[in-house]
């Protein structure tokens, strides 16, 4: 096959996709990149990386991300880093000869209004999320790029779309994470001071789909083996309410407190899940259980959580 090179090797999915891929191609060269070997918002760093490791397949994991509140105060940086890293890595691809090109890209790309179960045909039927809506669309970027380079050069490539991901190496800081590694840490430090009680948003009723992080990792190895010209949804298919994913959390990190809803706030949508129909169809699945999910991922962010409640990702 050829060496293949994983960019992001070090970022949350990376650190999934990588065991994967020298388990499954022990025989291969699998060479896992960072930020601190190339920076590949520069193309000359782009092109020594092809020069120097001549890989025949690339996973384009690499992204500039942050939360909610980087994304409001830097949006240009969101846009113009993430449209460099994906269209160096396209441009590079199909002249160096790269045998496919493998790009996951997240669901919050779709459209703010999408319409749930949320399939792939619905991804230019508006526009994003407003609060990071420069990141999302350089990022959907992607699609339009994969299909120019399969149109003019040839360049083999898939589009995944992983649904909300969740699961070990996380981001579990407090003003930047999502909702599963931010219960996670509130409960797990609620328990560790005592405090009575848990206060979360909302009413607990929205519906959410959830798919862990191993899952999707294990759905690349199909994607470098076979080909498909259109984006896929990569999720669990599976739908749970927010009060329950709470309870589930508060269970299993072993807080004994109370969960209080505070009903003042918002809920935000009502109803988001994403179509797999497409992924079905391929003969893959996301097996793994929230509630098995939801206890590696504790028991990881347990065994990592830093004395003093500061660190890199946790």
């Not at 160096?88 to 199909?94: E, G, K, P, R």
């Not at 179960?117 to 999302?136: D, H, K, T």
């Not at 219960?183 to 609620?190: L, V």
């Not at 959410?208 to 191993?214: E, I, L, M, T």
Request: glycine share 10%.
């Amino acid at each position: 096959m050829g060496p293949i090179v994983v960019t992001g090797a070090s970022g949350f999915l990376g650190r999934h996709v990588l065991p994967v891929l020298r388990e499954r191609y022990s025989g291969e060269r699998v060479i896992g990149l960072s930020r601190g070997d190339y920076d590949l918002t520069d193309r000359s760093a782009v092109n020594r990386l092809f020069e120097e490791y001549k890989p025949a397949l690339v996973v384009h994991l690499a992204g500039y991300v942050g939360g909610i509140g980087a994304n409001r105060r830097w949006p240009a940086d969101f846009f113009h880093r993430n449209l460099l890293l994906m269209a160096h890595m396209f441009q590079a691809s199909a002249a160096f000869g790269v045998r496919k090109l493998i790009y996951p890209m997240g669901g919050c790309s779709y459209p703010a209004k999408a319409v749930s179960p949320i399939g792939e045909s619905q991804m230019w039927e508006g526009y994003p999320q407003p609060e990071s809506a420069a990141y999302s669309s350089a990022k959907k970027m992607g699609i339009v790029a994969s299909e120019a380079y399969r149109q003019q050069h040839g360049l083999n490539s898939v589009v995944m779309i992983p649904g909300n991901m969740y699961g070990e190496y996380d981001n579990f800081r407090t003003a930047e994470s999502h909702v599963v590694p931010s219960m996670i840490r509130r409960f797990y430090e609620a328990k560790l001071a005592g405090v009575p009680q848990v206060e979360c948003w909302g009413s607990g009723s929205p519906t959410r789909d959830f798919v862990y992080a191993g899952d999707v990792a294990r759905c690349v190895p199909f994607f470098v083996e076979h080909d498909s010209s259109e984006p896929v949804n990569i999720s669990s298919g599976s739908t749970t309410r927010i009060c329950e994913l709470a309870e589930t959390i508060r269970e299993l990190v072993g807080y004994q407190g109370a969960l209080v809803w505070d009903r003042t706030k918002p809920d935000g949508q009502k109803f988001k899940i994403f179509d797999v129909t497409r992924q079905t169809s391929l003969g893959l699945t996301c097996p793994t259980t929230l509630r098995d999910g939801l206890r590696k991922t504790i028991e990881w962010f347990a065994a990592n959580y830093p004395k003093s409640g500061d660190g890199l990702r946790v």
